[in-house]
C-alpha cells in the first residue's frame, strides 16, 4: 500500500494562533495542543522511506499551523531525514502549508535554505476571513 508514496502529508501539530470556527482541528477528534514527537516523526519518516519504491519523496508539514513548532524541531527533523535519505538513496524535498502570520525570520531563512515550497491561502479579504476569527 506504501509502494508508490511520493507525497507525505505530516500533521506535525494541531495547535494553530488562529482559531477559525470553521477549522477541522475542532472536530474533537483528538485533544488540541498536541505535537508530533521527534520519535513519531522519525518512526514514521524511516517507514515511508524503506517501503516506498519512489525515488523523489515531498514531505509536507502541516498542521495545525506548523511554524508553531520549534527552530530546533525543524532542524533536528530535516538533519535526520537528509541523513536518512543519504543511506537509503532516494531524494527528498520539503514543503509547508502555513497561515502567514507570524513566521519568525529565523525559522524563514532556514526553510529558504533548505528549499521548502511554501504554501499558504489568501481566500477572502480580511474582513471577511476575520469575521470567522473570535477573539
Ligand atoms: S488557520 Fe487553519 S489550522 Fe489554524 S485555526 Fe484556521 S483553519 Fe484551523
Not at 505530516?10 to 483528538?30: D, M, P
Not at 516523526?41 to 519512489?54: A, E, N, Q, S, Y
Not at 531525514?81 to 527528498?92: P, S, W
Not at 502549508?97 to 489568501?122: A, C, H, M, V, Y
Request: charged letters at 25%; hydrophobic letters at 35%; aromatic letters at 10%.
Amino acid at each position: 500500500m506504501l509502494d508508490n508514496i511520493d507525497l507525505v502529508v505530516l500533521k506535525i501539530t494541531n495547535r494553530c494562533n488562529l482559531n477559525c470556527q470553521y477549522c477541522y482541528e475542532h472536530e474533537g477528534k483528538r485533544p488540541l495542543g498536541q505535537d508530533m514527537s521527534q520519535k513519531l516523526f522519525r518512526k514514521t519518516v524511516d517507514l515511508i522511506l524503506m517501503t516506498t519504491k519512489k525515488h523523489s519523496v515531498n514531505l509536507l508539514f502541516h498542521g495545525g499551523e506548523p511554524t508553531l513548532l520549534s527552530l530546533d524541531w525543524f532542524r533536528d527533523s530535516v538533519n535526520y531525514v537528509h541523513k536518512k535519505a543519504e543511506v537509503i538513496g532516494k531524494k527528498i524535498s520539503f514543503s509547508i502549508q502555513t497561515n502567514l502570520i507570524d513566521i519568525s525570520d529565523d525559522k524563514l531563512d532556514f526553510f529558504l535554505k533548505e528549499r521548502f515550497s511554501i504554501g499558504g491561502s489568501l481566500d477572502n479579504p480580511e474582513w471577511l476571513d476575520n469575521s470567522f476569527r473570535p477573539k
